[in-house]
């Protein structure tokens, strides 16, 4: 249980244009989504929280009109990076966070990771 | 704010056990994580303490000292496949959401 998905996995792009990316809890409900974004060599770092029916919380520094977040539905939410340019190549990598009863309730502070999407902006 | 510190890189030797610190520096506790993350991957969830000592799963145990703010990944009987980063990481309350702040990572090389 508790698995996370991401579409698409790689994307290559042209600077300028924009690139949506896909994060969904397969199997469980995700009121908060979290995305991240990972420089080689580097940890992840928390650009912004998504939460289901309400506008995305940004960390600082992140230009919430660059990425745009939509959290649709309890089991999607959407990063959009708008006019990419080389410097947002990076690591892209949702993860979701399981308010469910049923999972195990230690487990239910843990964040559930998607695969990631590599973005590369030529 | 959270200040997570561990190793940049460390080696060891197929078979043998290794041990993977942390400090860390809170506002406020509420557990730490340990990830293990493939180069080109997620990471994915290995432990998860909110008290102090040692737990144990498998060929992995992690260790807390709260009162320490360290803690340890101990991998045994290490297998060439278990070379990959392994960070340390703390949930935190922010903004009335719980958020993880991840340490830069220990990447490790296990070597024949």
């Known amino acids: 249980g508790a698995v996370v998905s991401q579409h698409p996995s790689r994307v290559i792009c042209k600077s300028g244009t924009s690139v949506k990316i896909e994060c969904r809890s397969l199997?469980?409900?995700?009121?908060?989504m979290f995305w991240y974004r990972q420089f080689p060599k580097q940890s992840l770092m928390l650009m912004a929280t998504?939460?289901?029916?309400?506008?995305?919380?940004?960390e600082q520094g992140v230009e919430k009109d660059k990425f745009l977040i939509n959290h649709a539905s309890l089991t999607l939410s959407t990063l959009t990076v708008t006019s990419a340019h080389p410097e947002d190549s990076s690591f892209y990598i949702c993860?979701?966070?399981?308010?469910?009863?049923?999972?195990?309730?230690?487990?239910?502070?843990?964040?559930?990771f998607g695969p990631g999407t590599r973005l590369t902006v030529l | 704010g959270q200040n997570i510190d561990q190793p940049t890189e460390m080696t060891a030797t197929e078979g043998a056990i290794v041990q993977i610190n942390c400090t860390y520096q809170?506002?406020?506790?509420?557990?730490l994580f340990w990830y293990q993350q493939h180069a080109g991957e997620a990471p994915t969830f290995l432990s998860y303490?909110?008290?102090?000592g040692l737990e144990e799963k498998g060929r992995f145990s992690s260790f807390l000292s709260r009162s320490k703010g360290y803690s340890y990944l101990l991998l045994k009987e290490l297998q060439m496949k278990d070379s990959a980063s392994y960070l340390c990481?703390?949930?935190?309350?922010?903004?009335?959401?719980?958020?993880?702040?991840f340490g830069t990572g220990t990447k490790l090389q296990v070597i024949p």
């Open positions: 993860s979701a966070h399981s308010a469910d009863p049923s999972v195990e309730r230690r487990m239910t502070d843990t964040q559930y």
């Open positions: 199997d469980f409900q995700a009121t908060t």
């Open positions: 998504s939460n289901e029916g309400s506008k995305a919380t940004y």
């Open positions: 809170t506002s406020g506790f509420n557990g």
């Open positions: 303490n909110v008290l102090d």
């Open positions: 990481a703390a949930p935190y309350l922010g903004g009335g959401y719980q958020k993880v702040t």
